[in-house]
């Protein structure tokens, strides 16, 4: 019987060819380690009878490469979105806008004036930048930005209302998604929560009977992801308003999604805008960078420059502070909106105002360029927990295949993956949600998976 000392050493196996070119791709140290990993995992197999022989150099090599893949292999990807859920929050929300890859690449691969002052030579401030911006967009006296709206909560509650009363309704304790929960974010931040209201209904009386104590701060959150409908009633942001500045009580509105556009213009529900809620004398609102703005993760916050003021100051806004990259992306998505160019410019806003004939002509041409499918009707949706129950009329691709489970899995082992959906044991691909450069890709995977399906 062949023993363990027939195995190569380390030493031998870096002196073959293959073992120079395993280095020159992962570098020394990576492939020594990979080296050691197989034989120590080769020697153990043996010993424990999982091996009758030692197995050769080429073998181990074979193997010490496929562990180096393994190790190396990035497991976040792009990946094709053919699902139609526009905002689709697990495949990394808003695709951006090639004027915004363009400012965050520049920025990032140099130095930068981030926060440099040219005219003086000295320090400046990182949130000049998209401050000006803001204000045109919206009116707003002062602007900030950081890591994404989460935070922009929990930071305006922090600066403004530690272990002071903030006047909520009960309609509104909502979990945004992945646990983030309004009531929680508020403790987090030292508020003292006061409810008002029921579940379905809020009075304006509510509001001004808890106002009438001392109160640091009303809040009105947004439904972003569930609708409320029957027995309800909420007043107007307006109205609110009118009633905590009677009160001497600033009013915060968390948007969420924060369009800067009218999303009945797509044929969707009105999502709240900012520039109504500037309009209602909301002092101070947040919203994201990345849901129906179309921008990189951010959480934007505008509003009275005084209390904006206290924001910055307060220690936890360097904590969530929005880095180079996102500022300069976030400047060139909001010079879309200030050029009036969105709906060409922004992905997102593309794909929400194309048209039926246009889905349906990609849909047909991808059928004819497989040579299969069918063209039916369906619904692509917004998502991002943006406009719950909300659809837009779409065509699909419907494809025939023998097990759409099966089919929908290998989709998502291609190389890009690709993510579609079934239903009634069909394979449905919406091209509304496809970005046009990674047609030929999806085609070529299409192809291959329908020839062996
Ligand atoms: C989505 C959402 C948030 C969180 O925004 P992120 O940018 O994902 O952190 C906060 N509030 C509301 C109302 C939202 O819809």
Not at 247 to 261: C, F, I, K, M
Not at 412 to 435: G, H, Q, S, W, Y
Request: net charge positive.
């Amino acid at each position: 019987m062949t023993n363990l000392r027939s195995l190569p050493s380390v030493e031998q196996m870096l002196q073959t060819e293959a073992a120079a070119y395993l280095i020159a791709r992962f570098g020394r140290p990576l492939t020594l380690d990979a080296i050691r990993f197989v034989l120590d995992d080769t020697r153990a197999r043996f010993r424990s009878g999982l091996m009758p022989d030692p197995p050769s150099t080429e073998l181990i090599l074979a193997q010490t490469e496929s562990q180096l893949t393994a190790w190396t292999k990035s497991t976040l990807l792009p990946v094709i979105n053919a699902s139609g859920v526009i905002l689709h929050t697990n495949l990394g929300r808003a695709p951006l806008s090639d004027a915004t890859l363009r400012a965050m690449d520049i920025l990032s691969r140099g130095y930068s004036t981030l926060e440099f002052d040219i005219e003086s030579g000295k320090r400046g401030s990182r949130l000049i930048h998209t401050e000006s911006l803001l204000g045109k967009l919206t009116g707003a006296e002062a602007a900030l930005v950081v890591n994404n709206c989460a935070s922009a909560v929990l930071l305006i509650l922090s600066a403004l209302a530690n272990k002071k009363r903030v006047v909520i309704s009960r309609s509104q304790l909502v979990e945004i998604g992945g646990g983030f929960r309004v009531p929680d974010v508020m403790k987090q931040s030292g508020a003292k929560l006061v409810e008002v209201g029921t579940t379905n209904k809020v009075r304006l009386s509510d509001y001004k009977t808890a106002a009438a104590e001392p109160t640091a701060l009303i809040m009105r959150v947004h439904r972003s992801n569930f609708k409320l409908v029957g027995f309800t009633e909420e007043p107007e942001l307006k109205d609110i308003v009118e009633a905590a500045y009677a009160a001497g009580v600033p009013v915060v509105d968390d948007l969420g999604s924060g369009a800067l556009y009218d999303t009945a213009k797509y044929g969707l529900a009105h999502e709240p805008t900012v520039q109504e809620s500037m309009r209602a004398g909301a002092d101070i609102i947040c919203f994201s960078g990345d849901k129906l703005l179309g921008g990189p993760q951010a959480g934007i916050i505008i509003g009275r420059a005084d209390l904006i003021s206290k924001i910055k100051k307060h220690p936890l806004a360097r904590a969530v502070r929005a880095d180079k990259a996102c500022l300069a992306g976030l400047s060139a998505t909001l010079l879309h909106y200030l050029k009036d160019e969105a709906e060409r410019e922004v992905p997102i806003v593309k794909m929400m105002s194309l048209t039926l004939k246009q889905i349906k002509g990609r849909a047909e041409a991808w059928a004819a360029e497989l040579g299969q499918g069918q063209i039916v009707e369906g619904e692509s949706t917004v998502g991002g927990g943006s406009l719950p129950g909300e659809s837009m009329p779409t065509f699909l691709l419907s494809l025939q295949v023998k097990s759409a489970e099966k089919f929908l899995r290998a989709l998502r082992k291609n190389n890009p993956p690709i993510i579609a959906r079934t239903e009634n044991d069909k394979v449905l691909l919406d091209p509304r949600t496809v970005l046009p450069e990674q047609e030929g890709a999806l085609l070529v995977g299409l192809k291959n998976l329908l020839k062996k399906a």
